[in-house]
């Protein structure tokens, strides 16, 4: 079967999208791709941000490979997944310039993930893919019928149909990626990379994915939840294709990067730098040393909250206190350049300690953000602890809910955000 994957040319005007609006490699694409053409798939993968092409642009590439199959990402990469823009107007864009000449349409993302059917009403697709996507789209491109595929949700006779819940897959042993050098020579942005002199591509890659904790603002019910690690000679392999490539930053996309001796060991000697997300909490004074040695640049540190009561509140499962924190970050700054608190607004946050904290990492040399406040996402245990089980709209109520309880609004994100109802209006979404 020849199959399109296609990550849409994203615009986040007016959105509280909190993600990074650069290009990014559309990592679920890349392992859809490679399972694909190992199962003997024609496949041609495009990238709205990466190629400068539009979304009427990408349709028409489509629509000239005649396609079996075409799939589309509500979210612009695995990373983006967990803080995912709620809207899907850019998505339903490239859909309605695709009309007819796609095949089998299919929706991957957070959104077909926790609201299939509203995914399904919104972008008028065939099939939205629940979890996890590399899997089960390959085998959707081997199966004649959809209903012998687990993890979809299709509409049939005027209802949808569901072939069970959101879908985990191996990851240990993905194979290698390896992208277009012409995307790769576009992929300028390092990603939270501060305060050193960005040298080459860069590239995003994952070394584990999941999270063994459960955090009560994180959305990865649906997806991206149960820890596993890669395969480290796979991992190397991949890393080794890049740095050939010419690539000299790499950004591990893992929800939460562990202390791993034998990979970091491995990096020492590579020609290439790179960022982590991680909990500083979790690491040893002679592991942060390795990691700064191996070649990290860029901590980005859950913290959320100064006080244990909060960070109990949040579930953190934290073992430390505020204090040996705030040592921790310290010392993982003598040897890596960019180091970040990542702190949460949170009812009842004494303002004053907030800021000497903060004055105390940034004497430091660590950034620490002025608290943001929490989006509920539909597929965090934030939003059942208020509502129950999402529903048709639950991104619509988590929206509501978010616009009306803050007046200020993170620095990342848009001055003027609009409801949900609008963003969406205006691409025909209803």
């Keep these: 079967m020849r199959v399109a994957l296609v990550n849409p040319a994203w615009d986040f005007g007016h959105s509280i999208y909190f993600g990074c609006r650069e290009a990014h490699l559309p990592l679920e694409l890349g392992y859809s791709k490679a399972l694909l053409e190992r199962a003997g798939h024609e496949v041609m993968m495009l990238d709205g941000p990466l190629m400068g092409l539009s979304n009427a642009e990408l349709a028409e590439r489509t629509a000239g490979f005649a396609p079996g199959m075409t799939v589309v990402t509500t979210a612009p990469t695995y990373l983006f997944w ?13 859909v309605l310039a695709l009309g007819k000449r796609g095949g089998l349409t299919v929706a991957v993302g957070p959104h077909g993930s926790t609201t299939p059917r509203a995914t399904l009403a919104k972008l008028g697709v065939d099939v939205a893919v629940r979890g996890e996507c590399e899997e089960v789209v390959a085998r959707l491109a081997d199966s004649p019928a959809p209903d012998s595929v687990p993890g979809l949700a299709f509409c ?5 149909v569901l072939t069970g819940g959101p879908q985990a897959g191996r990851f240990k ?3 290698a990626l390896s992208w277009p050098a012409e995307w790769l020579a576009r992929h300028h942005h390092h990603h939270h990379r501060y305060g050193t002199e960005p040298a080459g591509p860069g590239a995003e890659l994952e070394a584990s994915r999941g999270c063994p904790y459960t955090c009560s603002f994180c959305a990865k019910i649906d997806f991206r939840d149960q820890y596993r690690r890669r395969d480290t000679a796979i991992l190397l392999e991949e890393i080794d294709g890049l740095i050939t490539a010419g690539v000299r930053y790499l950004y591990f996309i893992d929800e939460i990067f562990l202390p791993r001796r034998d990979l970091l060991e491995a990096l020492v000697d590579r020609p290439v730098e790179f960022g982590v997300q991680t909990r500083i909490d979790l690491w040893k004074p002679d592991m ?19 006080t244990e009561e909060g960070r109990a509140e949040l579930d953190k499962k934290c073992r430390m206190s505020t204090d040996e924190l705030a040592d921790q970050l310290i010392h993982a700054r003598r040897s890596v350049p960019f180091v970040q608190a990542n702190l949460i607004a949170m009812a009842g946050d004494d303002s004053g300690l907030v800021a000497r904290w903060r004055e105390r990492l940034r004497t430091a040399g660590v950034w620490a953000n002025d608290p943001v406040p929490l989006y509920p996402y539909p597929a965090s245990p ?8 999402p529903d048709d709209r639950a ?5 509501e809910h978010y616009l009306g309880q803050f007046d200020r609004l993170s620095d990342i994100q848009e001055d003027e955000p609009l409801p949900l109802e609008e963003l969406e209006t205006a691409c025909a979404c209803r």
């Design 82 to 94: 967990r803080c995912a823009q709620p809207e899907l107007r850019i998505p339903r864009a490239f």
């Design 156 to 160: 049939r006779d005027g209802a949808v």
């Design 173 to 175: 042993d993905l194979p």
């Design 288 to 306: 942060l040393d390795l990691l700064g040695a191996a070649g990290c640049v860029s901590i980005e540190a859950g913290v959320e909250s100064l």
């Design 382 to 389: 934030d939003y059942r602890r208020l509502w129950g089980e």
């Design 395 to 399: 991104w619509e109520r988590a929206h």
